[in-house]
């Protein structure tokens, strides 16, 4: 583990990343602010090495890019969700609608748990 990657900030991150509703996404950055950090590039390392039992494509790039290295795999699975997708001009020929896929927890200022809304 790297700076930033405790077992608790691990668990902290795929407990976020499963609690996204299918057919939403956060970014990198979305995670790490709901943890209480900047560290977005935190939350990648622990997707790469944590994250493949999870829902992993719910977590995109800026610009609702999907996970670098796995864009065909994670368009099936926004496909099968119903995420909002848009076409762009540069590879992968899509990113994901963010504006309209970004899941809003519902207790922004709760603790972490509380901010995570696990009915959706």
Known sequence: MTAGETPSFVDDVLDV????????VLSY???????????????GSVMRR????HPWWRVV????LPPAGHEASAREHYELEGTPLRAISR???????YAE?????LHPAG??????????
């Not at 990343?17 to 939403?24: E, T």
């Not at 950055?29 to 939350?43: E, I, M, S």
């Open 17 to 24: 990343v499963d609690s996204i509703p299918a057919g939403r």
């Open 29 to 43: 950055g979305d995670v790490a602010a709901l943890l209480g950090t900047r560290a977005a590039r935190a939350v």
């Open 50 to 53: 944590y994250g493949h039992a």
């Open 61 to 64: 790039r800026s610009g609702g």
């Open 91 to 97: 590879e992968p020929g899509y990113a994901v609608d």
């Open 101 to 105: 896929a970004m899941w809003r927890p």
């Open 111 to 120: 603790t972490l748990h509380e901010r995570i809304d696990h009915s959706r």
